[in-house]
């Protein structure tokens, strides 16, 4: 829940799940994101695109602490989590799928999807059957060995997992990567669509620009460290100049 408090001492993020101030990160002294401002509200799909190198990743890994070094305020619902061990932020209900998908390779599918349901939440908007349901082809594989999966199932797997810790905010990072174009449309897509629909707020990194603008309803471009464009993804799919010159297309 929002801590009252905490938003009362930071106008403007009231709405906000996650919020992002002047974020500034890098690596080693090396500047990748330079004052970067983002909002993520409840039920917004944020879209975030950029070319190779923008900072994508970096601004993923900057939420969860994961390497970078971070300066300006990372926000979640109010509350200040810069500096937070990864746990905990998972704690404060945020998952991400990591480019590479981050599952247990010598466990079975089935395994991998149990071990997501044992963190403690209150709320339990997805259970296991929801999530074969989803994706059907998890069923057809729940007794393999998760490193014999093919590119697709992985990321099922992993969309799964993000499902059962019952996260109110999931990232996703470049889950198109990989993938056969068919799948992207015929099980990705609705998969993220589903996921909206049923509350699930996302944050989706993505070089795939036709992905990005079927299912988000928010999108930023991030180009030189910063936010070089933000706007509906309308108003993007229109924008031919800014499509080439912030991603190259
Ligand atoms: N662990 C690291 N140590 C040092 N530099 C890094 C590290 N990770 C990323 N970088 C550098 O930071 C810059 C941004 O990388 P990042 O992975 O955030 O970009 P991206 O937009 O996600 O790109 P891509 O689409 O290629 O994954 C790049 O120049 C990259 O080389």
């Avoid at 071990?115 to 074969?132: E, Q």
């Avoid at 799948?183 to 699930?200: D, I, N």
């Amino acid at each position: 829940m929002p801590n009252a408090a905490a938003l009362a001492a930071q106008p403007g993020t009231a709405n906000a799940v996650v919020s992002l101030r002047n974020v500034h990160a890098g690596y080693g002294g090396g500047a990748v994101l330079r004052g970067v401002d983002l909002e993520l509200k409840a039920g917004d799909v944020l879209a975030v695109l950029g070319r190779n190198g923008a900072g994508k990743t970096t601004l993923l890994n900057a939420l969860f602490n994961l390497g970078p070094d971070v300066h300006g305020d990372i926000l979640v619902h109010g509350r200040r989590v810069n500096g937070w061990p990864t746990h905990r932020i998972a704690r404060a209900g945020l998952a991400l799928v990591p480019q590479g998908r981050g599952v247990f390779a010598s466990l079975a599918v089935q395994e991998n999807l149990r071990l997501a349901t044992l963190t403690p939440r209150s709320r339990r908007l997805w259970s296991l059957d929801d999530v074969y349901a989803l994706f059907p082809r998890l069923h057809e594989r729940r007794n393999a060995a998760s490193g014999m999966l093919s590119g697709g199932e992985r990321q099922m797997l992993a969309v799964g997992r993000a499902l059962l810790t019952q996260a109110e905010v999931i990232a996703l990072d470049e889950p198109s990567e990989g993938l056969a174009p068919m799948l992207v449309q015929s099980v990705l897509a609705p998969a993220l669509r589903t996921l909206a629909e049923r509350g699930t707020t996302l944050l989706l990194v993505e070089q795939n620009l036709g992905l990005a603008l079927d299912v988000a309803t928010h999108t930023v471009v991030l180009a030189q460290g910063r936010v070089a464009y933000a706007g509906a993804p309308e108003r993007l799919r229109r924008d031919h100049d800014a499509v080439h010159r912030l991603l190259g297309i």
